[in-house]
Structure formats: C-alpha cells, structure tokens
C-alpha cells in the first residue's frame, strides 16, 4: 500500500494508528449494537401517541418514526476533542476559532440528520463545561453563540435553546463539550432515504470535504505532540492548527436541493466515523460498493496520513480523505447530482457503482477492500 511522500520525512518511528489514540471501533461497535437492541424494545411507547417507530432507521445516523401524514426524524452527536486543537491554536493566531467549532457541531448533528431525507427544524445545543468560569472569556462565548446561530441559519432550522452544565470533576476545568440535537420532518413521506430501493447499478458521487471535518482529531492531536512546532507546523500557507480548524460543511442545502431537482436519491451517507467503510452502511448483505475515481485529499489529510505512518487502507478507514457526503443515485441522475452541487459551490464526483455481491468496499485506484464485517453498526 502506498503512503505520501512529502518532502519532510515522518518524525514518527512507529506508525499511530486511530485506536492507539483510545478511538477503539471494536470497543465502540458492539456497545452500539447492544443500545440498538435495547431501544428497539422500547418503541412501543410511540402508540400512545398514535405514531410508530420506522424500525428500519435503526443503525442508521438519525432515528424515524411514523407520525401519520409524516416522518419525523431525530438524532444527537457531539464535536469530540477539536475544541482542544482551538484552544492551543489561539495562542497562535489570537483567534478563539469558536465560530467555526460551533459550525463544526451543528454540521455533525445536521449531517446525521439528512441522511434518511429530513428538513432540519429544530436543533439544540449542550455546551458542558468543567467549570462556569469558561463563559467568562466574553470574545470566545461571544463567537460560540454566534456560530452556533449562524450554523442554525445555513441549515435552515430554529435554534431551539439548550443546556450548559458545569461538570466538576467529570469535564476538564478550562474545557468544553460541545454537542447538541435536532429534529426533522420528512415530508413528503416519499422522501424517506433508508437504502431500501439501493440496486446494482446505481452510482455513488462523493461530495468533496474542507478537511479533516470532526472525525480523527484524537489522531491529528497525537501528531501535533511529535512535531517540534506542534500546531505551529506550516501545512501549506497556514499552520497545522488553523487548517485542522476549518469549518465542516452542512451539506442540508444540497439534500433539499437535490429533492427539488427531482433526483432519484437511492441512500445518503454522512462520511464520519469509520471512514470510507461507512459507504457500505446500507442495510444490505448483497451489494459492494465500487469506486474508481477519488476526490483530491486536503493536503491536512494527507499531512496527518505522513506523519502518523498510516498507508492507505488505514487512512481511508479513519479519515474521510477528501469525501465529506456520499449520495447514492439512479444511474440516470448522477450527473445531475454533481450539477447541482457544483451550482452550491461544492465539488462533487461519479465516483463509482453499486454492484451484485457480498458487503464490501473496494476503492479500486489504491487496491484497497473493507468486506462487509469492517463496519458492525448495525444491530
């Protein structure tokens, strides 16, 4: 397998993988699972309101339920640790970069929430902190609460408030978790995305990422320890930490785009978590997912990829290498899939094909197979 051959040598001797930084899928996975069989039990409460759980939505990013004339559709997540890489970032270029974490969050809940074709409404936020005293610090509250409502505005939803525990002894002094919820309607009923209708010969585009997203920072912090510069580092004409900061995209504009040009959406995939495994996250044991043309990898990506020694199937099964959103569509459609992301100002590739086969991945350009056990989200 190859790695990048950038002009620095590595100043790792051993590679760092993702789990050795503590982000242990095969720990995580199975917890999952179990949480999954455990709520499924419980969704017979739904009837007291009339309303019935989509059983299918179960593994995937946001929960369903049937409410009549419409879906509904929730989901929470959290930034992770890249409020970290801000901190020590600041002392560099005097920017709290906040507003672009609170991007960041807002995108990670959103993202998950599209992905069964919901319109974000709502979505709140949950900013805990080990102490009170870190809203103290009135530029960076200041550029949290107004990314955090600028995000809101390019999702299209209402900011529906939250809640800002101060955790001693469980949170860091002097840190935060950033993490929130939201709610989407799915309406019409049609627009319910599951993966159900995937079939061999449909084509997968990949919409191009900013960077390293919110997935993988445990790994790009590990990288800045071993650097002599540490977020200092020139990565291209910025330093390592301003180019780790770079704003997740909420790709909800191009979703309800895409509904409205009348495309064929097949299966929608946020690319977190697990990398380009998460392209096979549809439930169906009898399709691989093919793909023969790769989007440009962010040189931060491909900086982290050098200097933690990662080749490429390592890489490509953490980091989203370039491909922040995977939309699956009618072969007939794939070319208006990039046309319409490319009018939102995003780059965008027919990337590859749905084909007859056991679960799995193959990125045909690197040689590089996940088979189907390489991702057990699913109960």
């Known amino acids: 397998m190859s790695t990048p051959d950038p002009d620095t040598p590595s100043l790792l001797k051993q590679p760092l993988t993702y789990a050795q930084t503590g982000v242990d899928y095969t720990s995580l996975d199975p917890a999952k699972v179990m949480a999954q069989r455990a709520a499924a039990a419980t969704a017979g409460a739904l009837a007291r309101f009339d309303h019935a759980e989509v059983a299918a939505s179960r593994g995937e990013s946001a929960f369903v339920w049937d409410e009549g004339d419409r879906y509904r559709a929730m989901v929470i997540e959290g930034l992770g640790t890249k409020s970290l890489v801000a901190d020590a970032t600041r002392a560099i270029t005097g ?12 995108a990670m809940i959103v993202n998950d929430l599209i992905v ?22 009135r530029e960076r509250a200041r550029d949290l609460v107004d990314g955090w409502a600028a995000a809101c505005g390019l999702a299209g939803a209402t ?15 002097g840190t935060i978790d950033l993490a929130g919820a939201a709610i989407g309607v ?6 319910l995305v599951l993966g159900d209708r995937l079939a061999a010969g449909d084509r997968i585009v990949l919409i191009e990422s900013t960077g390293i997203h919110a997935n993988g920072l445990s790994l790009a912090r590990r990288v800045a320890e071993r650097l002599p510069e540490g977020y200092g580092t020139p990565v291209g004409e910025h330093c390592f930490g301003e180019v780790l900061l770079a704003a997740t995209p909420i790709y909800a504009s191009l979703v309800a785009a895409l509904f409205e040009a ?14 380009w ?7 169906r044991a009898d399709l691989r997912y093919v793909l023969d043309v790769l989007p440009p ?6 900086f982290i990829q050098h200097h933690a020694g990662l080749d490429d199937r390592e890489a490509y099964a953490t980091l989203n290498m370039g491909a922040g959103f995977a939309v699956y569509a009618a072969a007939s459609d794939a070319a208006r899939v990039v046309d319409v992301a490319g009018r939102l100002g995003m780059a965008a590739w027919d990337a590859g094909k749905v084909v007859a086969g056991e679960q799995g991945v193959e990125i045909g350009p690197l040689g590089v ?3 189907g056990g390489a991702l057990g989200v699913r109960a």
Do not use: C
């Open 95 to 106: 920017r709290s970069h906040y507003d672009a974490l609170a991007q960041d969050t807002v």
């Open 116 to 137: 069964v074709g919901a319109a974000p409404q709502v979505v709140t936020a949950y900013w805990a902190v080990g102490d009170g005293a870190w809203f103290d610090d």
């Open 159 to 173: 900011w529906g408030g939250g809640e800002t525990p101060a955790l001693s002894g469980i949170i860091e002094p």
């Open 186 to 191: 799915i309406a019409p009923k049609e627009r």
């Open 262 to 275: 009348g495309v064929d959406i097949r299966y929608l995939v946020n690319v977190t978590g697990h990398g």
């Open 277 to 283: 495994r998460k392209l096979m996250r549809a439930p």
């Open 297 to 302: 990898v962010p040189a931060v990506l491909r």
């Open 369 to 371: 197979t996940y088979e």
